[in-house]
């Protein structure tokens, strides 16, 4: 095998190389995600089926175990509707808005020591950027659709993201702060020596601020207001169907398994071992902390109603951002004085 | 090489965008256009290896002013066919703008700042240089007053926006808990004694 492809790979273009392999690694990383998603939307079901006294599905496959798949053909195979008067061009863009920036966000996500697509410097800062860019793919699709729900829904995403995002950005100040650098791979092993170096103890309430406003960043419940099916039927995407609204699907949960991974990795140690001395570290761990924040999802969802819109405006701005503001400040005098906790 | 694709790329996209976001009709489409203007520049800032300062301008700019941007433009009941009228009334004056902005580019990219030869082709830093780390330092140290006169500057904007929004609106019918925890029976009750009817 290696005689025949070695040649074949030496005689390609030093571009072609780095393109192919770039390539093949967003790939090792995109199609887990897609699996991850598919059987993340049936054990959404399961959970709160289970919660709610019920089986949750169960026809397809042994236990209900091929029901993503059921449920990727049937909306392979619905057609695309695009309603009268809409701006077709960016009815069309609008899912791919939304799907491209949350796809692009993995490229920095580290998964172990050296498994990272991109090292880069400012890997934080990147995922801020790419995850405040997913609120056009929503804004644009409740515009374009020429529906009033639609644009309800787009008007409220627009508004709950700006608000959230401030926020969660102040939470990850805090977690540059005590990790000394905008890397994840170097935030993450700034927290190394067992469970009580993780900045979960020392930046508690920003661990919680950042979780609600995940939630609130991806539009779940008890946040899903953008969406609210009991107000304004589905929100910004009521006039997608098919593939188009797969693909906001698909971008949605990524988010949400994204937020997961980066609550593991910046406040629960990601892939590192709790007790170091008698369980080594690995990638195992990282996805057992994700798997933990992504049933919290779920639990949110079964259990807590929606909030009403301006409560939701009053948490982001009046409660979470000053809570932010305070916890930076004692974060800075407590590096500053040296607190034990904080170095 | 490749960079120089990249450049040229990107370079022509953001002219083209920012051409459209003045000659597009729709607002919407002129606010998405200016969005698009923004993540491009912000890519040839990255081939500038300015990282943070890319990055950030998608964060800030990209993120969140445009956004608001976009969501105001949407919401205005903006009447398309009274923006066309008087182009010709405004021409005049448009053009006197034009032509004393089209003398003061061309006196400035002129000049002897802007020739090439003025400042050398800049050295790429080594992979492991933060530029973040650079920024932070300069910012802190060197520029900190211009630094904090801003930040003083932002902060008396964000209170004028909140105080000229801050206004009373009497015919707003809103609810005062305390109030309502307040009443009392003999406020809203009133109890007649009524003899047994004989009609």
Known sequence: MTDFFLPLWNWLHEYVQYTLASGAKALAILLPLFIVVAYYTLAERKVIGYMQMRKGPNRVGPRGLFQPFADMFKLMVKEIIVPTNANRYLFIIAPVLTFAPAMAAWAVVPFDADLVFADINAGLLY????????VYGVIIAGWAS?????????????????????????????????????????IVNAQAGGWSEWFVIPLLPLFFVYLISGVAETNRAPFDVAEGESEIVAG??????????????????????????????????GWLSPVPDLIGDGIGWLFLKTALFMWLYLHFRATFPRYRYDQIMRLGWKVLLPVTIVWLFVEGIAIYFEVPLFV | MVESIIFYVFAISTVTTATAVVTVRNPVHAALFLVLTFFTSAIIWMTLEAEFLAITLVLVYVGAVMVLFVFVVMMLDINIALLREGFVRYLPLGLLVALVMLGLMVSVVTSDIFVLDAASEPVPKPADYSNTEALGRVLYTEHVFAFEVAAVILLVAIIAAIALTMRKRPQTKYQDPASQIRVRKADRLRIVKMPAGED
Do not use: D, P
């Not at chain 1, 995922?127 to 997913?134: H, Q």
């Open chain 1, 127 to 134: 995922i801020l950027a790419m995850t405040s860019l997913g």
């Open chain 1, 146 to 186: 020429n529906s009033k729900y639609a644009l309800l829904g787009a008007m409220r995403s627009a508004a709950q993201i700006v608000a959230y995002e401030i926020a969660m950005g102040f939470a990850l100040v805090g977690v540059l702060m005590l990790g000394g650098s905008l890397n994840l791979g170097a």
């Open chain 1, 236 to 269: 910004f995407h009521v006039e997608y169907s098919g593939m188009a609204f797969a693909v906001f699907f698909l971008a949605e949960y990524a988010n949400m398994i994204l937020i997961s991974m980066l609550c593991a990795l910046m406040f629960l140690g």
